[in-house]
């Protein structure tokens, strides 16, 4: 597990290079997951990625999903690179969604990586220069950010995406604002499972801590 905070003196690459350091070459040590800080990731959900994993060979990398906000827009943390890989098209609920509610291959996915999963040869194969932001002056900053970085080195190495369109996870600095779903009255049994499984739910504070007022 690689959590990932905000602070400027923790990057993707040193947690990247800790971990090589004592678990590169561990057959003890199949897989990585990955996990930002402000995420709830379920139990069940990580044990449903390992068994997928297990099961398939070819699936190199796996990635969940969160909601961002941008402005008054919301949009999902999954995209796909353009052809020069600096451009990227945000993924909507139709197009997560559309290929049904398994798991499946995306080429040319990128992730804001709020949880994914990966082979431990993943980290070694793409090393921690991977996640080096790509200069991009068409962004805001001018460079691709850590994550979306790391997807564009490790697809130009062969290694193969997936997403789990029902591994969406909460988003603790929008928790209060997820948006729930609604659907038309005739939309499919399938489709109400996953609006069950993907909605924001009521965050219960813990008895000992009713009474704070933050």
């Not at 969604?97 to 431990?120: D, H, Q, W, Y």
């Not at 399938?190 to 965050?203: C, F």
């Amino acid at each position: 597990f690689l959590g990932h905070c905000s602070g400027p003196h923790i990057t993707r690459m040193m947690l990247t290079d800790a971990f090589l350091e004592k678990y590169s070459g561990d057959q003890s040590c199949p897989y990585v997951l990955w996990i930002d800080d402000d995420n709830l990731v379920p139990p069940d959900l990580i044990r449903r990625w390992i068994s997928e994993f297990d099961a398939n060979p070819k699936m190199d990398i796996l990635a969940g999903w969160c909601w961002i906000q941008r402005g008054v827009e919301w949009s999902s943390s999954l995209a796909t690179f353009g052809e020069d890989g600096l451009e990227n098209k945000w993924l909507t609920l139709a197009d997560i969604f559309n290929g049904g509610t398994g798991i499946r291959e995306v080429k040319g996915l990128a992730s804001g990586f709020p949880c994914v999963m990966m082979r431990r040869e993943v980290l070694e194969v793409v090393g921690s220069a991977a996640f080096i932001p790509i200069a991009n002056p068409k962004t805001k900053y001018g460079f691709v950010g850590e994550d979306f970085s790391f997807f564009w080195r490790a697809q130009a190495k062969g290694l193969r995406t997936f997403i789990d369109p029902l591994g969406k996870v909460g988003h603790l600095k929008f928790i209060c604002q997820e948006p729930t779903l609604l659907l038309p009255d005739d939309a499919s049994s399938e489709v109400k499972q996953w609006r069950e499984k993907i909605n924001g739910k009521p965050v219960v504070a813990p008895k000992e801590f009713s009474r704070v007022e933050a």
